[in-house]
Nanobody, 114 residues
Framework: QVQLVESGGGLVQAGGSLRLSCAAS????????MSWYRQAPGNQRELVAA???????DYEDSVKGRFTISRDNAKNTVYLQMDSLKPEDTAVYYC????????WGHGTQVTVSS
């Protein structure tokens, strides 16, 4: 059974940093693209960053230059380094992988105070 568990969220002041982790179990992630999404209250879930199985990355425009997605296949884990955080980054952050269907974690709350 595929499971994704996010961690690393919390409360941080604007300009601060957080590092999110997404640990996978039940499957080896090495051949699959992985991504991070976020959902703020009242908003739709949106793609934040994605990384291919060979390490190519893509970012939503508002986080380019501030967020970095990476993967450690040996640890079966994907990361999202978030720097220069802004209040508008406040959301629940989710990890996702797609095999024959989408698998989501339960999310981790990120709150950025002004």
């Amino acid at each position: 059974q595929v499971q994704l568990v996010e961690s690393g969220g919390g409360l941080v002041q604007a300009g601060g940093s957080l590092r999110l982790s997404c640990a996978a179990s039940g499957i080896r992630i090495s051949i699959y693209p992985m991504s991070w999404y976020r959902q703020a209250p009242g908003n739709q879930r949106e793609l934040v960053a994605a990384i291919s199985n060979v390490g190519r990355t893509d970012y939503e425009d508002s986080v380019k230059g501030r967020f970095t997605i990476s993967r450690d296949n040996a640890k079966n884990t994907v990361y999202l380094q978030m720097d220069s955080l802004k209040p508008e980054d406040t959301a629940v952050y989710y990890c996702k992988m797609t095999i024959r269907s989408d698998y989501w974690g339960h999310g981790t709350q990120v709150t950025v105070s002004s």
